[in-house]
């Protein structure tokens, strides 16, 4: 036990630190040993999109809508700039969802076109393509700061209320859970536990410089702007439109200016993917 105006003494470097130091970054899941989709069979099939249905997420509401595999879905910016909290799941079985973290060790912390949403342990499967993104141009900026982010959770009452002692009920943590609630009949209780980490699209989002913390900024995003996802397996998906609205300042709160989101939902002409390779849960069985 150390007493508790103890200093720790600072840690030495061992003399031996710039060499252990010095080994050259290995990419953990290395470009090229994931099985690319075919964008160009995809890119063939948008030509024919054809829009079924649309719904309007409410600015600091949430909104959750279905999607079967081999068709389109757009997240559309309409009235300003909005940044929207998602989630995924098999529209059959609620346990395998949108697994944020593996998907950011397949691909990167933020996704754009050709990349992946991955499905959770022990499903593990391609649950959506990026197909279109028009704010790819974006990349990354001078903060190392890029768009639609795999590494936040998503904002949440739990958190807000440990860090500024208040009750808010619109965190995007709750908007989620209603709206999959109202889809599937659930009480929000047996809603929340399927809510899990998102993909913030449109998110303007990096990790300092200095001290490797998350941050965020206002976001680029613009009306008309979207972001188009190919469902790969049926899917019910779940979208808040974050009470930080652009995220250049705060969340968890009315403080910030907020717009409502559109999702709208496209069918191709399915002839041109009979036979798309629809991604079977992982193959791989524990033998005890
Ligand atoms: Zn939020």
Redesign the pocket.
Known sequence: MTAKSAIPAPIQAPADAAERRAHRPVVVYPNGTLPAPDMARLEEARATLEKIDEIIVPPRDGGAFEVPKGHFFRVVSIEGPQ?G?LNLWNAADLSERFFSGKTRALHATHVSVGDRLWSSLPHLRPMATITHDTLAWYGWDEDGAGLHDVIGT???PYTNRLLSGGDYHH???S?LTRALGGVKGLAFREAEPHVHD?L?VFMCTGFTKDTHQYFMKASPVRPGDYIEFFAEIDLIGAL?A???GD?SAT??SDAAACYPLKVEIFRPDMGLLKDWPFPARNGYRNPE
């Open positions: 940044v909290d998503r904002c949440d965190c995007c943590h908007n998102v913030n808040s974050c009470p930080g995220c969340h968890s």
